[in-house]
């Protein structure tokens, strides 16, 4: 028995294969895109995924103005944040930030689903998510991905 065929192979930053996605979230729900997404951006889809590594990919999400809550959420959805200062909370209901800025609801649901530590901070920045259905990141030649049928 060959006992060097049986080896794990570890991802390390040396390794690992980088790619460019485009996700086009038009008419989805934001929980679906945000699971889906995280994914992608932690590489859990890969067969060489290592958890203590950046091995996942650079997501482009595009039409982030077009995305669906359920419900009572856009109402009921509450963003909290704080100053820093005494009595500094400031909350934003889902309607209020979409107002602002539709970007920011992807981001924060992202952001909600990496790791809370130093890799979860690396991986966040593979995210850009753009309102209409153009991105800056043309010249990297990104593959077009389709949530509904990527598993």
């Not at 945000?34 to 482009?60: F, M, Q, W």
């Not at 979409?98 to 901070?121: F, Q, T």
Request: aromatic letters at 6%; one cysteine or more.
């Amino acid at each position: 028995m060959d006992t060097l065929s049986y080896k794990t192979i570890s991802a390390n930053a040396n390794t690992v294969d980088k790619q460019w996605v485009v996700v086009d979230v038009a008419g989805m729900p934001l929980g679906r895109i945000a699971s889906e997404v995280a994914k992608l951006i932690r590489g859990k889809h890969k067969p060489n995924y290592t958890p203590h590594v950046d091995c996942g990919d650079n997501v482009i999400v595009i039409n982030a103005e077009k995305i669906q809550l359920s419900g009572e959420k856009w109402k009921q959805k509450i963003y909290l944040r704080h100053t820093g200062y005494p009595g500094g909370q400031r909350a934003l209901s889902a309607e209020q930030l979409y107002a602002k800025s539709p970007s920011r609801l992807v981001e924060n649901a992202v952001r909600g689903m990496l790791p809370k530590n130093k890799l979860g901070a690396t991986l966040y920045r593979n995210l850009k998510v753009f309102n209409g259905a153009e991105h800056t990141h043309a010249g990297l030649n990104p593959t077009a991905i389709q949530l509904n049928k990527f598993n």
